[in-house]
T-cell receptor
Framework: AQTVTQSQPEMSVQEAETVTLSCTYD???????LFWYKQPPSRQMILVIR??????QNATENRFSVNFQKAAKSFSLKISDSQLGDTAMYFC???????????FGTGTRLQVFP | NAGVTQTPKFQVLKTGQSMTLQCAQD?????MYWYRQDPGMGLRLIYY???????DKGEVPNGYNVSRLNKREFSLRLESAAPSQTSVYFC???????????FGQGTRLTVV
């Protein structure tokens, strides 16, 4: 069975600074997908970034980038130039290639301070 | 374009009562999911359906049943509600692969 672990329940960062959120996962599969979702207080789930396991190049989306280490089963999210609007819960997620099962970690609450 | 629609948004049940949470998507997605969200526990997968006519257990299926009525609809049933099922429930849908999952607005369920 796959598992996703986020070891940082809470993080804080000052506006304009950089923060990295950690995520590790466990799976015996070779092909899969990884995601980071953001959940602001509105409870809406917003996709931040995605990564396919067979792609070695780390995904980037504007201020958001990942450090994907397949051998270490690690998938961290780096937020550069943090903005107040980045304040939210961030969830790491794993999606199995052959079953489409989508599971989430326990989340990291990020607070951006002015 | 409505996306994923969940009903109801709020519900209070007495212990032992039953209810069905409804979910419908209009994006022609193959996969649909039910999650519960509890403080400190993240989103935990209850059941999922990779295609019409199939359902599979997730991480916390006990006390729940699901029905994939057709490609659009995926319902979650609590046969005999317990206080431990007090939670916020989310339905989601996605297509195969690395496609984004779309979520409903959530149902806040309280069992007293």
């Amino acid at each position: 069975a796959q598992t996703v672990t986020q070891s940082q329940p809470e993080m804080s960062v000052q506006e304009a600074e950089t923060v990295t959120l950690s995520c590790t996962y466990d799976t015996s599969e070779n092909n899969y997908y990884l995601f980071w979702y953001k959940q602001p207080p509105s409870r809406q789930m917003i996709l931040v970034i995605r990564q396919e396991a067979y792609k070695q190049q780390n995904a980037t989306e504007n201020r958001f980038s990942v450090n994907f280490q397949k051998a270490a089963k690690s998938f961290s999210l780096k937020i550069s130039d943090s903005q107040l609007g980045d304040t939210a819960m961030y969830f790491c997620a794993f999606k199995a290639y052959n079953t489409d099962k989508l599971i989430f970690g326990t989340g990291t609450r990020l607070q951006v301070f002015p | 374009n409505a996306g994923v629609t969940q009903t109801p948004k709020f519900q209070v049940l007495k212990t032992g009562q039953s209810m069905t949470l409804q979910c419908a998507q209009d994006m022609n997605h193959n996969s649909m999911y039910w999650y519960r969200q509890d403080p400190g526990m993240g989103l935990r997968l209850i059941y999922y359906s990779a295609s019409e006519g199939t359902t599979d257990k997730g991480e916390v299926p006990n006390g729940y049943n699901v029905s994939r009525l057709n490609k659009r609809e995926f319902s979650l049933r609590l046969e005999s509600a317990a206080p431990s099922q007090t939670s916020v429930y989310f339905c989601a849908s996605s297509d195969l692969g690395d496609t984004e999952a779309f979520f409903g607005q959530g149902t806040r369920l309280t069992v007293v």
